[in-house]
């Protein structure tokens, strides 16, 4: 932000939505003491500002780490692939020999079904590719990703006008509730399609990112908010949106990036995309749901404090139902924040009450 002099806001934002994107489902949060209320920490963020703001350079900057991931995973899928190309040629081969096995063992009246249960065994399974970036996939697509991606992936937009547009287009009322489910990354998803067939989809969970400027924004809600199909909770899953006031002075920055800050950034990055839940103190359910991670005691009061004022406001206060809407959807950012705080910082055990007040911050 002090290089390009555009408002710290915009790199922080895009930071904690590209983070959620690469922690995704390995590991939730469960926010009170006993229930089993769980938090998958996945963000949709976007910012505003008017054009020559540096909207656009601020993501790109921060989303540089998950570039190099994504360039990485590239590699290791094309050399996947070539070892995938060698064993289809074998599995081919022995499916033919064991066809003609087959054909044998039924003249000579012979039981096959060994024979048969060897030549199904012998297809070659593609490899899928590990995808953390994507920026405009169709649903139907980005379906096919996520069925081999069930950690999650981010979506890009450098303008989310385009996005939202798409999604109001006649015909992709289905999209939308694709969009809708995907949020909060915890359900299970299945496309029929005549040309792709079944895709089944272990969880639906995609991160978004973007920015936009604020007449095209102004638009787009002056249509959601009147009540129509568009308003149906979308754009208030946009959970970190800010709307900065622009710098009111300027001063040339001609300065090299801090190497060591960046470093470190990455590593954090490189670190969590791997995550090993039982390290980092996580408790693993027997019944296959997710890793989760509980607020330690302290922690705890200072939570139920925030959500009990929370829940006052919306009951309380006079609000607009779809500013209501939005805050509403704080009861899951906070524990969010407060779990890819704890992470990015390297802390094990319980999400302590460090994370959760910057996470209220």
Same mark, same amino acid.
């Given at each position: ?155 890009? +937009?450098? #303008?989310?006008? /385009?996005?939202?547009?798409? &999604? =109001?287009?006649?015909?992709?009322? !289905?999209?939308? $509730? ?83 800050? +960046?470093? #470190?950034?990455? /590593?954090?990055?490189?670190? &969590? =995309?791997?995550?090993?839940?039982? !390290?980092?103190? $996580? ?79």
């Amino acid at each position: 932000a002090e290089r390009m002099q555009c408002p710290p806001d915009f790199p922080a934002v895009g930071i904690m939505v590209a983070l959620s994107a690469v922690v995704g489902r390995q590991i939730a949060i469960r926010p009170k003491a006993e229930d089993d209320w769980t938090v998958v920490p996945n963000l949709w963020g976007g910012i505003i500002g008017r054009p020559g703001l540096f909207k656009t350079p601020a993501l790109q900057e921060v989303l540089r780490p998950l570039d190099r991931l994504d360039a990485r995973a590239r590699k290791a899928h094309e050399e996947a692939v070539a070892g995938y190309e060698a064993d289809k040629l074998v599995a081919e081969a022995q499916t033919r020999i064991a066809k003609d096995d087959l054909r044998k063992a039924l003249k000579n009246g012979e039981d096959a079904h060994a024979i048969a249960k060897v030549a199904v065994e012998s297809t070659a399974d593609e490899p899928g590719r590990r995808r953390y970036l994507v920026h405009d996939p169709t649903v139907e697509k980005l379906g096919e990703i996520l069925r081999d991606n069930p950690r999650g992936v981010l979506i890009f +937009r450098d #303008e989310l006008s /385009g996005f939202l547009r798409n &999604l =109001d287009r006649e015909g992709r009322e !289905s999209d939308r $509730a694709f969009y809708l489910e995907a949020w909060n990354g915890t359900g299970r998803f299945s496309y029929d399609r005549i040309s792709r067939g079944t895709i089944d989809i272990e969880a639906a969970c995609v991160s978004i990112l973007g920015g936009i400027q604020p007449g095209p924004l102004s638009a787009y809600l002056a249509r959601a908010f009147q009540g129509g199909a568009d308003d149906d909770g979308l754009v208030q899953r946009f959970q970190l949106v800010v709307w900065p006031d622009p710098p009111g002075t300027w001063k040339n920055i001609d300065q090299p990036p801090d190497a060591a800050a +960046r470093n #470190e950034a990455y /590593g954090a990055f490189q670190r &969590l =995309d791997v995550i090993d839940p039982a !390290s980092v103190g $996580a408790q693993i359910p027997e019944d296959g749901s997710l890793p989760f991670l509980r607020f330690s005691r302290a922690a705890q009061d200072v939570f139920t404090e925030w959500r009990t004022a929370l829940e006052y406001r919306l009951r309380e206060e006079d609000l607009p139902p779809v500013i209501e809407a939005h805050i509403a959807k704080y009861r899951s950012l906070i524990p969010t924040l407060a779990l890819l705080t704890f992470l990015a910082d390297g802390k094990t055990g319980q999400v302590d009450e460090d994370s959760l007040v910057k996470a209220c911050a």
